[in-house]
């Protein structure tokens, strides 16, 4: 059973950057899209943009001007560094599995979420 | 962006019962070319992620019960819960995954009546 363990800070400033790492466990790590996608009360659910194990990525075009999605293939993980925070960006951020090999797909397998808050 | 607005924002139905939810997207999610609807559904429930529970508008995902039903092509789906248990009360969202960048309906709140 794949399972998805996230991690990074939760608090942050305004103009700091946010870093979150995601793990695969007890899975394949190639051939999937592997997703960061946030929640925030005023805007639901948002997908941040996505890579492959190759690290071909594909981003949110609201966000990728601060976006930046890499991938350590050696260690199955998969990180999402978000510069220039503001108090917008507070949610809580998941990491998710692509359902199939394809890129822009359904989210079957997720992580536990991480609460970030900016605050000065 | 695609829109997805779903509606109601929230709803209560009595156990046993039927529940519908409505999700409508901007455009078209539907590709001609394999007459697939780019629509996925998912449950969340307090403090826990989202529940994949359908996928191509009408395909439950494994282990998820026949209760749950898919419907709908083009711009306009449904979520059928029927028989509603007390442990279906969550949020509901819908997903496309036809456009980039992948978009989700706003939610919808189901409780017991």
């Known amino acids: 059973q794949v399972q998805l363990q996230q991690w990074g800070a939760g608090l942050l400033k305004p103009s700091e950057t946010l870093s979150l790492t995601c793990a695969v466990y007890?899975?394949?790590?190639?051939?999937?899209?592997w997703s960061w996608i946030r929640q925030s009360p005023g805007k639901g659910l948002e997908w941040i943009g996505e890579?492959?194990?190759?690290?071909?990525?594909n981003y949110n075009p609201s966000l990728e001007s601060r976006l930046t999605i890499s991938v350590a293939m050696s260690k199955n993980q998969f990180s999402l560094d978000l510069s220039s925070v503001t108090a917008a960006d507070t949610a809580v951020y998941y990491c998710?599995?692509?359902?199939?090999?394809?890129?822009?797909?359904?989210?079957?397998?997720w992580g536990q979420g991480t609460m970030v808050t900016v605050s000065p | 962006d695609i829109v997805m607005t779903q509606s109601p924002d929230s709803l209560a139905v009595s156990l046993g019962e039927r529940a519908t939810i409505n999700c409508k997207s901007s455009?078209?999610?539907?590709?001609?070319?394999?007459?697939?609807?780019?629509l996925g559904w998912y449950q969340q429930k307090p403090g826990q992620p989202p529940k994949l529970l359908i996928y191509?508008?009408?395909t439950r995902e494994s282990g998820v019960p026949d209760r749950f039903s898919g419907s709908g092509s083009g711009t306009d789906f449904t979520l059928t819960i029927n028989n509603l248990q007390a442990g279906d009360v969550a949020v509901y969202y819908c997903?496309?995954?036809?456009?980039?960048?992948?978009?989700f309906g706003q939610g919808t709140r189901l409780e017991i009546k």
């Open positions: 007890d899975g394949s790590f190639s051939g999937y899209y």
């Open positions: 997903q496309q995954y036809y456009y980039s960048p992948i978009t």
């Open positions: 191509w508008a009408s």
């Open positions: 455009q078209t999610i539907l590709y001609h070319s394999n007459k697939k609807n780019y």
């Open positions: 998710a599995r692509g359902r199939t090999t394809v890129t822009h797909d359904v989210f079957d397998i």
């Open positions: 890579i492959n194990h190759s690290g071909s990525t």
